[in-house]
């Protein structure tokens, strides 16, 4: 014990004082200096935290960025350009399409009218800009006189003409370049405004664009037309003035794309619009036309339409030849129903020696063959469209087809009957101003009926598709 005392005197300096202090006084002398570290504490769990998540930030903007949001982002430039277009054009846009339709149809008719009455040489200028305006002091009259006395027609058909009769013709074709334009000008100006201010789908926008570059690409045609009845070496010594059938008849074409393709875009939209403001029935219309019955009579359309087009074209041919101007009766041509032989495939109109180019140039050039040709395709077209009408009321295509293709066809049936007694009636009586045009609007009006009848046999896949998603969204519970 007494080895013990010596040891424990030694190791009691060195003994806390905390287990002879109660509690309560532990508590008292801690306060001070813990109060500090909890909040430094927390001070730093809240700094490490900050310096965590912004790492993370810092890592996900490196890492994942290049990934998930670059992925992202030709996403969203679709999904904007699809809210810029609209799904469906506004009925304004096809009301104006249909407008503008109407003036190229009125532009056609005048056209014939300028080249009936042979004025459609009289300026021999082409100024896009500056030829908006014509002649406004007698000046100005007699430069465009001197101008127009130095063309072949001046000088080989209206040689006696003074100024005042030149002011007629010349104001006809003025007005028919004038109305090019004002279709131009109105036609590209609303359309930039109806896609700027969202009124039309992407599909029409589109559309748009192509009509805007047809309607200057008509214009460069048409100068191109009349630039090749300004020319001496086209006509052969003591022939009439006139210009190429082939530009002629190009310039026709192009024009009746023009009329379609604005007529179509029109009527397309209003469609669509009456389909999808009842699903319902617009689900019975596409059961209808998909009937296994109705496809052969959709085919047949289709040929009958390109069988119009081409005896539009043999009458620009005719038009150009100034080949309504021989035989003169019908259905005789002569002595027989067809000119002699000789007639027809006459070596005068070749011009290679080996007379490769024999046939092809009679059937474009000869105004005898021109001429029955165009008897041909108008005879054909007539009894293709009986015979189809015909069709569309017997069998599975009656029960099938639906009631606005019978009434289509139907009034194609009497177009065709109207433009076949223009047609005969303008070849009688040796193609009268009147008769003519009137034929030539019959063709537009024939095309239209045809067009019109096809147009409702078809339902675009784009129109099917809002059709199905419209039905589905009144039809899922909410």
């Given at each position: ?64 960025v290049p990934t998930a949001a670059a992925a992202a982002i030709p996403e969203a430039a679709a999904a904007n350009a699809k809210r810029f277009f609209p799904e469906t054009s506004s009925k304004s846009v096809a009301y104006w ?382």
């Amino acid at each position: 014990m007494s080895l013990l005392i010596p040891g424990l005197r030694r190791a009691a300096p060195r003994l806390a004082a905390s287990p002879f202090v109660c509690r309560q006084c532990l508590r008292q002398q801690q306060q001070p200096r813990t109060a500090p570290s909890r909040i430094l504490g927390q001070l730093r769990y809240a700094s490490t935290e900050s310096q965590a998540k912004a790492k993370s930030t810092r890592f996900f903007s490196a890492s994942a960025v290049p990934t998930a949001a670059a992925a992202a982002i030709p996403e969203a430039a679709a999904a904007n350009a699809k809210r810029f277009f609209p799904e469906t054009s506004s009925k304004s846009v096809a009301y104006w399409l249909i407008g503008s339709a109407a003036s190229v149809f009125g532009i056609v008719v005048f056209g014939g009218l300028t080249r009936l009455t042979e004025s459609g040489l009289s300026i021999t200028e082409w100024k896009p800009v500056t030829g908006s305006l014509p002649p406004l002091t007698q000046a100005h009259w007699e430069a465009e006189f001197d101008k127009y006395r130095a063309s072949p027609e001046f000088k080989l058909l209206n040689s006696h003409m003074d100024v005042e009769e030149f002011k007629k013709i010349y104001y006809m074709e003025w007005t028919h370049r004038l109305w090019g334009r004002v279709i131009g000008l109105s036609f590209v100006a609303p359309a930039i405004y109806f896609v700027v201010r969202r009124r039309a789908s992407r599909r029409v926008a589109v559309h748009l664009l192509g009509i805007s570059a047809l309607i200057g690409f008509q214009g460069f045609i048409g100068w191109w037309m009349v630039k090749s009845g300004l020319k001496d070496d086209l006509f052969a010594p003591g022939s009439h003035p006139r210009v190429s059938q082939y530009r002629l008849a190009t310039h026709l074409a192009t024009a009746f794309v023009c009329y379609s393709w604005m007529l179509l875009a029109g009527l397309s939209i209003l469609r669509t619009r009456r389909l999808l403001a009842d699903p319902t029935a617009a689900t019975k219309l596409f059961a209808a036309l998909n009937s296994p019955a109705v496809a052969p009579f959709r085919r047949s359309v289709t040929a009958l339409t390109v069988l119009v087009f081409t005896t539009v074209l043999s009458g620009a041919l005719v038009a150009g030849l100034d080949a309504g101007l021989i035989y003169n009766e019908f259905p005789m041509m002569g002595l027989g129903l067809t000119p002699p032989r000789s007639e027809l495939w006459d070596k005068f109109y070749s011009r290679k020696e080996d007379g490769s180019d024999l046939w092809w140039r009679n059937m474009l050039e000869n105004p005898s063959l021109v001429q029955l040709d165009h008897r041909i395709l108008a005879t054909t077209t007539f009894c293709a469209v009986l015979a189809l009408w015909a069709y569309s009321r017997t069998g599975r295509v009656a029960a099938a087809l639906p009631k606005e293709a019978k009434k289509g066809m139907l009034g194609v049936v009497h177009l065709v009957s109207l433009q076949v007694a223009l047609g005969i009636s303008t070849l009688i009586y040796m193609v009268p101003i009147s008769l003519a045009a009137a034929h030539q609007a019959g063709s537009l009006a024939l095309l239209t009926g045809v067009l019109v009848l096809g147009h409702r046999l078809r339902v675009p896949k784009s129109t099917l598709t809002k059709v199905q998603k419209k039905l589905a969204s009144t039809t899922t519970p909410r």
